[in-house]
């Protein structure tokens, strides 16, 4: 059965950091590649962040050199630094496998940043 429990998100002033964290069912963590998407409103879910099982990663343009991802397969987690924020970063986040994500996702966690 799929569970990814997305947590960590918050308010924030621009320019602030939060660290994102999902915790993932086993079997979906081991085997696959795992990415973070976001969901701002009124916009489509977009991939901003992914690393495979050997832990290489690759990252959208709006967030290179903002956002660092990060895994541990010892807690079936996958985590996302992200730093000097941005308004437009203001979203739903969530973690789901990369690529072809399942058709479930978890709650996702809302991160605002504020101008």
């Known amino acids: 059965q799929v569970q990814l429990v997305e947590s960590g998100g918050g308010l924030v002033q621009a320019g602030g950091s939060l660290r994102l964290s999902c915790v993932a069912s086993g079997s979906i963590f081991s085997m696959n590649a795992m990415g973070w998407y976001r969901q701002a409103p009124g916009k489509q879910r977009e991939l901003v962040a992914a690393?495979?099982?050997?832990?290489?990663?690759d990252y959208a343009d709006a967030v290179k050199g903002r956002f660092t991802i990060s895994r541990d397969i010892a807690k079936s987690a996958v985590y996302l630094q992200m730093n000097s924020l941005k308004p437009e970063d203001t979203a739903v986040y969530y973690c789901?496998?990369?690529?072809?994500?399942?058709?479930?996702w978890g709650q996702g966690t809302q991160v605002t940043v504020s101008s």
């Open positions: 690393i495979t099982s050997r832990r290489s990663t």
């Open positions: 789901n496998r990369h690529p072809n994500p399942y058709d479930y």
